[in-house]
């Protein structure tokens, strides 16, 4: 009697064994469906932004490194480092700069789910990271593009908050230093840390006080860390520090973090058009219902672990605003790096099996209902700001065929230009604000490079302009490249003019 109860037993085992294992396959295969369909929709379209990172790529295959991304002083080069080697194997190509988000939203799920495992419980821990391959819908299209500090963004919250919690459990050196060195590093890599960083170590001093009498190790530890945003930053009178001038208050802040933002995040609003998933009204209610869940579950984790993702919740929308940056409301970049909060947060309501179908269908299908609607074409409201055609296969050959490899171009077809031709057209940016004729040839004026070699070798060499049709004021350009006998080719909405004496 008693075998065959333990046989029993262990087949009720498997069976819940495999009824998991089945439900995490197909959140990954969702995942990754949804990111092979992002990739061929026009939401996968490249642009100039991930041609930066992936050409820093490029130069440190070559011994050429660099702080930051160019032309920036915050935004670290970590994620150009980690594609270099996938470039060195497979070549420089948009799907191998793409795999490196790719695979740190991987590693990102999985370090969900090992915080989870110390704070919300095993099953809800499983759901989180499924969760978090499939959802926020925002997270998927963002990181489905190499933006070079998002993904990496992400991926140190989660270890931050994991760290946190090993150090608490048990402060020894060891621990303590390997946090200060993964906040170091998280903080020279993206500065958006901060927010998440601020609440996480006051939660560790309020559960463990007695951690205070190391903390010099992991202040020493973190300085190791962020050593080149230091580096950099006393070399360059602390710019890293400056803020951009902004008109937008505090509290306007606030408030668009809490509408539009977050809505977009979870997706109850579609970033951009910030058209509702719900009716005004049922849409309240949602609200409501997680305002009253996260208060209930706020007071019932206060004197466990769980209370960390509550204590990062609650003080992070005012340390974030803070930021002139975050005067953003028609997309929620700057929240990504809070979103393994939230899905743990939202992963407590999956304590069963049925539970836990009912939040990953919920998630997938805001996800899929969010996506799809992002793809839906949206009219731009002047040709100034309809982006870049799709494919720059016709002008690299109309380019090759007059002999242009030299040129200047805006920064949205420039560095594009750079990394699709692997640098065998070097076009640099410029906004064409003012020109002069030297030399022989026209050159525009200095500009905001992104990154000055470039436009140092442009302007030595006889170069050729692009210029994108209705997306920039010509009427200095036009007439002083006409007058000196510039040659002027179309194709598609891209506009040639080749300088006199290259071959057609």
Same mark, same amino acid.
């Given at each position: 009697m008693i075998a065959v109860q333990r046989a029993q037993l262990a087949s009720l085992g498997r069976l819940?064994?495999?009824?998991w294992t089945v439900l995490a396959g197909v959140a990954f295969a969702v995942g990754v469906a949804l990111r092979i369909w992002l990739y061929r929709s026009s939401l996968g379209v490249p642009n100039s932004d991930e041609a930066v990172l992936g050409l820093m790529a490029v130069h440190a295959l070559h011994g050429q490194?660099?702080?930051?991304?160019?032309?920036?002083?915050?935004g670290g080069s970590q994620e150009a480092l980690l594609a270099a080697p996938l470039f060195a194997v497979f070549?420089?190509?948009?799907?191998?700069?793409?795999?490196?988000?790719?695979?740190?939203?991987?590693?990102?799920?999985?370090v969900v789910w090992r915080v989870g495992l110390r704070t919300i419980g095993s099953r809800p821990a499983a759901v989180a990271a499924c969760a978090y391959w499939i959802w926020p819908p925002f997270l998927l299209f963002h990181l489905?593009?190499?933006?070079?500090?998002?993904?990496?963004?992400?991926?140190?919250?989660?270890?931050?908050?994991?760290?946190?919690?090993?150090?608490?459990?048990?402060?020894?050196?060891?621990?303590?230093?390997?946090?200060?060195?993964?906040?170091?590093?998280?903080?020279?890599?993206?500065?958006?840390?901060?927010?998440?960083?601020?609440?996480?170590?006051?939660?560790?001093?309020?559960?463990?006080?007695?951690?205070?009498?190391?903390?010099?190790?992991? +202040?020493?530890? %973190?300085? @190791?860390?962020?050593?080149?945003?230091?580096?950099?930053? #006393? /070399?360059?009178?602390?710019? =890293? *520090?400056?803020?951009?001038?902004?008109?937008?208050?505090?509290?306007?802040?606030?408030?668009?973090?809490?509408?539009?933002?977050?809505?977009?995040?979870?997706?109850?609003?579609?970033?951009?058009?910030?058209?509702l998933l719900l009716p005004n009204l049922l849409?309240?209610? +949602?609200?409501? %219902?997680? @305002?009253?869940?996260?208060?209930?579950?706020?007071?019932? #984790? /206060?004197?466990?672990?769980? =209370? *960390?993702?509550?204590?990062?919740?609650?003080?992070?929308?005012?340390v974030y605003a803070v930021q002139p940056l975050t005067n953003l409301s028609s997309e929620p970049r700057y929240l990504l790096i809070a979103t393994p909060v939230l899905t743990l947060l939202l992963a407590q309501l999956a304590t069963s099996y049925v539970r836990a179908i009912l939040v990953l269908a919920v998630a997938a299908a805001l996800s899929v209902v969010t996506l799809h609607r992002?793809?839906?074409?949206?009219?731009?409201?002047?040709?100034?700001?309809?982006?870049?055609p799709a494919d720059f296969r016709p002008l690299i050959t109309l380019l090759d065929r007059v002999g242009v490899t030299r040129l200047y171009a805006s920064y949205w077809v420039a560095y594009r230009l750079d990394f699709e031709t692997r640098e065998r057209i070097i076009a640099s940016n410029n906004s064409f604000r003012s020109a002069r004729f030297v030399d022989g040839q026209v050159t525009p004026g200095a500009d905001l490079w992104r990154y000055p070699p470039y436009a140092h070798e442009v302007d030595r060499a006889r170069h050729g302009f692009v210029f994108l049709r209705g997306a920039e004021r010509l009427d200095l350009m036009v007439p002083l490249l006409e007058r000196h006998r510039y040659?002027?080719?179309t194709v598609g909405r891209f506009?040639?003019?080749?300088?006199p004496g290259s071959t057609h």
């Open positions: 819940a064994l495999s009824r490194f660099t702080t930051f991304i160019w032309g920036q002083t915050y070549g420089s190509s948009w799907i191998a700069l793409r795999m490196v988000p790719f695979i740190l939203c991987g590693v990102a799920a999985l489905g593009h190499a933006y070079g500090f998002y993904a990496t963004g992400i991926t140190y919250c989660g270890l931050i908050l994991l760290l946190a919690l090993r150090t608490v459990e048990q402060p020894s050196r060891l621990r303590i230093g390997l946090f200060g060195l993964v906040l170091g590093l998280a903080f020279w890599q993206t500065p958006q840390i901060v927010p998440i960083a601020v609440p996480v170590v006051a939660w560790m001093i309020w559960r463990r006080p007695g951690i205070l009498r190391r903390a010099w190790l992991g +202040v020493v530890f %973190a300085a @190791l860390g962020a050593a080149p945003w230091l580096s950099y930053n #006393a /070399r360059h009178d602390w710019i =890293s *520090l400056s803020l951009p001038a902004d008109t937008s208050t505090y509290v306007h802040r606030l408030r668009i973090f809490l509408s539009p933002l977050i809505p977009m995040t979870i997706g109850l609003r579609a970033p951009f058009s910030q058209e849409t309240y209610v +949602v609200y409501l %219902a997680l @305002l009253v869940l996260f208060v209930v579950g706020a007071i019932r #984790a /206060r004197s466990r672990s769980a =209370s *960390l993702l509550y204590w990062v919740a609650i003080a992070y929308p005012f992002m793809n839906e074409p949206v009219p731009a409201a002047s040709a100034a700001t309809a982006p870049p040659r002027r080719y506009i040639v003019y080749a300088p």
